[in-house]
């Protein structure tokens, strides 16, 4: 029998950033220009497969409740990482009744129109559509406040802080995942993209051009510490897997040093960044 659940909101924003977050949904939220992002190392031929994803009916059930319709970017070129703050020790059969919850939270105490991420995936490796729209479509979706355009959110169900062990079958799942909603755009999951900050709740403010690696945690993005530092800790190594999923060479280990120069160039066009330092 599943352990008793309760009510679950996930590693998302507070009240004002939810706000903003369901303002999104119905079109308040300005898309992000379509100059915005400018990946490296952009080439169409390294795509990836697309996972196994289990849909939305199976979760889902009859809680779906009436709602806006989805809304949708021209594509896809990052991909935020998150967890969802929630028990470690359930059953992978229980996952299912764990995102109902999360939806249940997120719909319900939030007063959001649907779950805001667009997949998540437990410790089994099981990969979960999430919000509504289509798991194959660039969904926009309300997991990262001023960065849901033209980005797909994955939840890691469970906490990952420092010192927790991330489940290798969960590291490749989410690698999967990235590989192939990236490799849409042709996005290489090492490179660092060009993204226009939304909202000015974010690390950056309204209208920023921030460059963010394509696979980013969700602390890149927002004052969290979401997704945990076990897992934050792991995400070059996803990266360096969903490169080589999309049939790319190893990197050289020059995406430090490629990272470093982009925040220095961000910073010098835009004067300033808002919200705390990195």
């Not at 196994?52 to 935020?80: C, L, M, N, S």
């Not at 990482?81 to 299912?96: K, L, Q, R, W």
């Not at 805001?116 to 729209?133: K, M, P, Q, S, W």
């Not at 080589?244 to 490629?258: F, I, N, V, Y």
Request: aromatic content about 6%.
């Amino acid at each position: 029998m599943p352990r008793t659940l309760k009510v679950l909101l996930g590693c998302v924003p507070g009240f004002a950033a939810a706000v903003a977050l369901v303002l999104c949904a119905y079109g308040v939220e300005r898309a992000a220009e379509p100059s915005a992002a400018a990946p490296a190392r952009k080439t169409a031929a390294h795509t990836a497969p697309r996972p196994h994803i289990v849909p939305r009916t199976v979760w889902a059930g009859d809680t779906d409740r009436e709602q806006p319709p989805p809304r949708y970017d021209d594509k896809v070129v990052a991909v935020f990482v998150h967890h969802t703050d929630s028990p470690n020790d359930y059953d992978c059969a229980e996952a299912p009744a764990h995102i109902r919850s999360l939806y249940e939270g997120q719909t319900t105490a939030r007063g959001w129109d649907d779950i805001g991420y667009n997949f998540l995936v437990d410790r089994c490796g099981t990969i979960y559509e999430g919000r509504a729209g289509g798991a194959g479509r660039p969904v926009t979706g309300a997991h990262t406040l001023g960065f849901n355009h033209r980005s797909t959110g994955i939840a890691a169900l469970g906490t990952f802080t420092a010192g927790v062990p991330v489940p290798p079958a969960m590291e490749r799942a989410i690698a999967e995942l990235a590989a192939w909603k990236l490799g849409t755009s042709g996005t290489d999951p090492r490179s660092d993209v060009r993204l226009v900050s939304s909202n000015g709740g974010s690390r950056y403010a309204t209208g920023t051009t921030a460059m963010l690696p394509a696979l980013a945690g969700h602390s890149d993005g927002f004052m969290t510490s979401c997704p945990g530092a076990a897992l934050q800790a792991r995400l070059p190594r996803i990266r360096e897997m969903a490169a080589e999923l999309q049939g790319r060479k190893p990197d050289a280990g020059g995406r430090q040093e490629r990272q470093e120069k982009a925040q220095k160039a961000t910073r010098k066009q835009n004067g300033r960044i808002a919200g705390a330092p990195r």
